[in-house]
Every structure is written in C-alpha cells, then in structure tokens.
C-alpha cells in the first residue's frame, strides 16, 4: 500500500505564478463553488517539497509542457525533505489562499448541473 500525493498545486491555484480567471469564468466550471480572488502564495519548488516532505510513495503532477516536466524531474532530484520548521512557514506562507484551492472539498457535484430531461 502506498500514498499518492495529487492536486499538490490544486490545478495552479496555490501558484503565485497563477492568474485567476474571471469570476463569470469560474462560476460556469466545478470549480466554481470556491472562488479564487488572487494568485496563489507558493512556487512549484515549495509546492513540490513540502509534498515530498510528506510520506508519500509518489506524487502526480500535471504538465502543460515538456519544460515544466523538466523543471519538475529537476526540482525531484534536488529534493531534500524539508524540516517541521519549513513546512510550518510554508503551511503559514500558503494560509492566506488555501481555501481557494478546495474547490474539490465539501461539495455535492450533482447540484452543479441541472438534470437532463430524457423524455
């Protein structure tokens, strides 16, 4: 058995480097039942890290290009974990936009799309 560690950027929204979409956007996606007001706090490094910091047997990352998955088979390979200390300042870093990564969280998905007349 093992842990895998998904979603560690929660689709880019703890990525300072992220640029929410308008929030008109946002409300006619899944992700629309927490709205991202601002970019997020962490970069992929940090992200990365405090993930790999963790007891995980692997971590899934999505790329958009073959740079991003270089800089990610980088940062892995300079991978060292993390102290309590540095994950406690990078938990705090993030604090201020976690709760517009959990889009994901607490939400019944049947209520987002209305039901679809068969007959």
């Known amino acids: 058995m093992g842990i895998i560690g998904m979603k560690i950027v929660a689709r880019g ?5 992220w640029t929410p979409p308008p929030i008109e ?15 997020g706090a962490l970069n992929m490094r940090e992200a990365m890290h405090y993930t790999l910091s963790h007891p995980v047997s692997t971590v899934i990352v999505g790329c958009d290009s073959i740079a991003q998955l270089e800089e990610n088979v980088q940062i892995t390979r300079e991978f060292t974990p993390l102290s309590q200390a540095q994950m406690t300042a990078l938990s705090n870093k993030v604090a201020p936009v976690a709760k517009q990564a959990l889009f994901f969280h607490f939400q019944d998905r049947s209520s987002m799309w209305p039901e679809q007349d068969t007959g």
Do not use: M, V
């Not at 929204?13 to 480097?17: A, E, K, M, T």
């Open 13 to 17: 929204r703890i990525l300072s480097s």
């Open 25 to 39: 956007q946002q409300n006619n996606t899944f992700e629309g039942s927490t709205i991202a007001t601002r970019p």
